[in-house]
């Protein structure tokens, strides 16, 4: 009895972090999104929906661990990823061929658009629903089934 006590415990704790990390993440309408470093248009990139908007870094371990699942994601759904402070975008695009990441992605060296959407701390994911506002947010390590059950329940009201 005392496990299942520890694990609910931590289980709550747990909760009340992601709570208090995501407190400043946006919600609603998706803010204006610039071109990727390609010159694609990224609202086009997240206009199929759902998708999502994956912030990340070149510095960041989690996001390192989670490459291969954000990569299998945008296989099957749209969207566009946001390198934040990670250099410019010679750096961003040799990280990316370097790690043989296929994505489209917008370089946020400054952090201008992390702060537009509230973000504090990296890996987080924001699902975009059909209605074109955020549904979801995620902050730290995510799993594959995570994130697909919540695409897969926004697309049932696609």
């Given amino acids: 009895m005392k496990h299942i006590r520890d694990v609910l415990l931590i289980v709550i704790f747990i909760g009340l972090l992601q709570t208090f990390m ?29 998708a ?11 996001c390192s661990a ?3 699942t954000i990569s299998s994601i945008l296989t099957d759904y749209s969207g566009v990823t946001v390198a934040l402070r990670s250099g410019n975008n010679a750096t961003v695009l040799s990280y990316l061929h370097s790690h043989q990441l296929d994505w489209q992605v917008i370089n946020d060296n400054e952090g201008t658009l992390a702060e537009a959407f509230g973000v504090n701390a990296v890996p987080a994911v924001f699902i975009i629903a059909s209605d074109g506002e955020i549904s979801f947010v995620t902050l730290g390590y995510v799993t594959e089934i995570g994130l697909r059950l919540r695409l897969w329940w926004l697309a049932l009201d696609y």
């Fill in 22 to 50: 995501q407190r400043d993440m946006r919600s609603g309408v998706v803010p204006d999104l610039p071109k990727t470093i390609s010159g694609q248009d990224s609202v086009t990139l997240i206009s199929k929906k759902p």
């Fill in 66 to 68: 989670i490459q291969g």
């Fill in 52 to 62: 999502i908007i994956y912030f990340w870094g070149s510095w960041c371990g989690i």
